[in-house]
C-alpha cells in the first residue's frame, strides 16, 4: 500500500523551506533573470547573496537532499524528494540555493558513481559545494531521440582518447567546468555497446563553442544551450567513466532520478498556476460579475484542480515506486510521469494565461516564459513520443495475446460459458416464467 504521509519533523522543515523560498529566493527570480545568473558561479551574485543562502540551507540540513550523507547530502527517499522539489519548483533559483539544480545534480550522481579518487576531489567535491557547474553533453546536431544518428568519435591514443564530433543544446556548457561527453568508441557494434561516456574538462584545447543557443523568445545568439565541436580533443585514459561501451548504464544513473525530480518541481509550477487563476477570478469583474461566476471560469478552475491532483498523486506514487523497487523496476512509473510533465503544465499554463486576458499574454505576467518551460519538458531528456513508447512497452509486459480469433472479453463465447455453468439453473428460471 503506497504511503505517502510525513512524520510532524518533516512538515515543520517544508513550512521553513516554504517561507524561506517565498521571503528569500523567489526575489532572486525578479531581480535577476536568465539562466546565465544561475549557473554563472564565478560573478558577484554568488559570492554576496547565493552563498550566504546556501549557508543557511545547509546549516537547516537541508543542503543536496537528493545525496547519501557520504557525498554532504541527507540520503532522502524520493517520496520527501518529492514535497521538496514541489516547494522548490515555484522558484528558478531555488534549486541552485538547495543544492540540487540540474545538469549538475545528475552529473554529481555519475562522478560519484564512475569517477576516480582524483576525478572526485577535483570536479565533485566542488560541484557537490556549489562552487562550478557543469555540462552533459549528448544530443548531436543531427537527432538526439535516436542515438543511433550519433557520429562523434573516441579514439584511443596511447594514453589519451581523442575526441572529434559536433554536439548540440548542451546546456550551460559556457558556465560549466567540465563536460560529461557521449562519444562512439566501436563503431562495429550496436550503440547500446559501442558508445562510451567521457569527463572532459571544459578548457581543453579543441573544444570550440560554435555557438550559444536560447529557447523562443530570447534574443537570438543569446542562451545556455551550446552547439559544440570537439576538436580533436585529448582527454586521459582514466576520463573515461564507467567501462568502454557503458554509455548507456552511465547515463541511466542521472536520467530516472532527474526527470522524477523535473516533475516534481512541475508540480510546484502548475501548483502557482492554480493559485493565480483562483486569485485572478476573484479580483476581475465582468458582466456585472466576478469572473468566479461564469461556469466556463469554474470548469478551468475545475479541471486545473482535477489535473493538478492527479498529477501529484502520480508523481508522488513514481516516488514510493523508486523508494521500493529502485528505479529500474520503476521505468513504467518514471516514463508517465515524465509523459503526463509538459501536458499537465502546458494546459494549466494556458488555462491561467487565457484568464488573464491580454495582460496573460504580456511580458508582465510569467505565463509565455512558463509555456515555453512546459513545452521544453516534453523534449529535453527525450521527446514525449518515446517514452509513450517505453511506457506502452513495459504496461505489454504484463499482458499476452489472445487464445485464438477472439478476444478473451468476446461476449459469445464467455456468454456459452456461463450458460453451461449455469445450465440447470437456467432451465428452472426459464420455467418459472
Ligand atoms: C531545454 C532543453 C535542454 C536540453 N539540454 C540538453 C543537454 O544538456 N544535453 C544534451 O545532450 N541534450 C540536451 N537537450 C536536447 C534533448 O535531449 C533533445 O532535444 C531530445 O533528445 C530530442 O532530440 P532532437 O531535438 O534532436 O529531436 P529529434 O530526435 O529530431 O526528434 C524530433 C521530434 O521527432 C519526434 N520523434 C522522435 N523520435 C520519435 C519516435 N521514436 N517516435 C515518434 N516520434 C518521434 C518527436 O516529436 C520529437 O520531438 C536539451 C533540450 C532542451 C529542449
Redesign the pocket.
Known amino acids: 500500500m503506497a504511503d505517502f504521509s510525513l512524520d510532524p519533523e518533516f512538515e515543520e522543515q517544508l513550512d521553513w523551506i516554504r517561507g524561506f523560498v517565498r521571503a528569500e529566493v523567489e526575489p532572486l527570480d525578479l531581480a535577476f533573470e536568465g539562466e546565465e545568473t544561475v549557473y554563472n558561479k564565478s560573478g558577484r551574485l554568488y559570492s554576496d547573496v547565493i552563498r550566504p543562502l546556501q549557508q543557511v540551507v545547509k546549516d537547516k540540513g537541508l543542503w543536496s537532499c537528493h545525496l547519501t550523507p557520504e557525498f554532504g547530502g541527507q540520503g532522502y527517499g524520493q517520496v520527501r524528494l518529492a514535497y521538496m522539489n514541489e516547494i522548490l519548483g515555484r522558484s528558478q533559483f531555488a534549486p541552485t540555493v538547495f543544492g540540487n539544480q540540474a545538469?549538475d545534480s545528475g552529473n554529481a550522481e555519475i562522478l560519484a558513481h564512475y569517477g576516480t579518487a582524483e576525478q572526485k576531489e577535483r570536479y565533485l567535491q566542488p560541484l557537490l559545494d556549489g562552487y562550478i557547474s557543469s555540462?552533459?553533453?549528448?544530443?548531436e546536431p543531427q537527432?538526439?531521440?535516436?542515438p543511433g544518428v550519433f557520429t562523434t568519435r573516441a579514439v584511443l591514443d596511447g594514453d589519451e582518447w581523442v575526441i572529434d564530433g559536433e554536439?548540440?543544446?548542451?546546456?550551460?556548457l559556457r558556465f560549466a567546468a567540465f563536460v560529461i561527453v557521449m562519444a562512439v568508441t566501436d563503431p562495429d557494434v550496436s550503440i547500446y555497446k559501442g558508445m562510451s561516456m567521457f569527463l572532459v574538462p571544459a578548457d581543453s584545447v579543441g573544444l570550440e563553442v560554435i555557438r550559444n543557443v536560447g529557447?523562443g523568445g530570447e534574443p537570438e545568439g543569446h542562451g545556455g544551450?551550446a552547439y559544440v565541436r570537439y576538436n580533436a580533443v585529448r582527454v586521459p585514459k582514466d576520463n573515461l567513466l564507467g567501462g568502454e561501451g557503458q554509455a548507456f548504464e552511465v547515463a541511466q544513473t542521472r536520467l530516472g532520478g532527474g526527470r522524477l525530480h523535473h516533475a516534481m518541481r512541475t508540480v510546484g509550477a502548475v501548483g502557482r498556476c492554480l493559485d493565480m487563476l483562483c486569485e485572478r477570478a476573484l479580483s476581475r469583474t465582468t458582466q456585472g460579475e466576478l469572473l468566479a461566476r461564469k461556469q466556463l471560469t469554474q470548469e478551468k478552475i475545475a479541471d486545473s484542480w482535477i489535473e493538478l491532483t492527479q498529477f501529484r498523486l502520480q508523481v508522488l506514487h513514481a516516488a514510493w515506486r523508486v523508494d521500493q523497487v529502485g528505479g529500474h523496476a520503476a521505468r513504467k512509473e518514471i516514463a508517465g510521469v515524465k509523459v503526463a510533465t509538459p501536458k499537465v503544465y502546458r494546459e494549466a499554463v494556458l488555462r491561467t494565461m487565457q484568464l488573464h486576458g491580454a495582460l496573460g499574454v504580456s511580458n508582465e505576467m510569467p505565463f509565455s516564459k512558463m509555456l515555453m518551460a512546459s513545452v521544453?519538458m516534453?523534449?529535453?531528456?527525450?521527446?514525449?513520443?518515446?517514452h509513450k513508447?517505453t511506457l506502452a512497452r513495459e504496461v505489454l509486459k504484463s499482458y499476452r495475446p489472445a487464445d485464438g480469433n477472439w478476444p478473451s472479453e468476446h461476449i459469445p463465447d464467455r456468454r456459452a460459458a456461463a450458460r453451461e455453468e449455469f445450465a440447470e439453473l437456467l432451465e428452472i428460471v426459464a420455467a418459472e416464467h
Not at 554536439?167 to 550551460?172: A, G, N, T
Request: charge should be negative.
Open positions: 545538469p555540462c552533459y553533453s549528448m544530443t537527432g538526439g531521440a535516436d554536439k548540440w543544446y548542451s546546456s550551460s529557447t544551450h521544453t516534453g523534449i529535453a531528456d527525450g521527446p514525449t513520443e518515446v513508447g
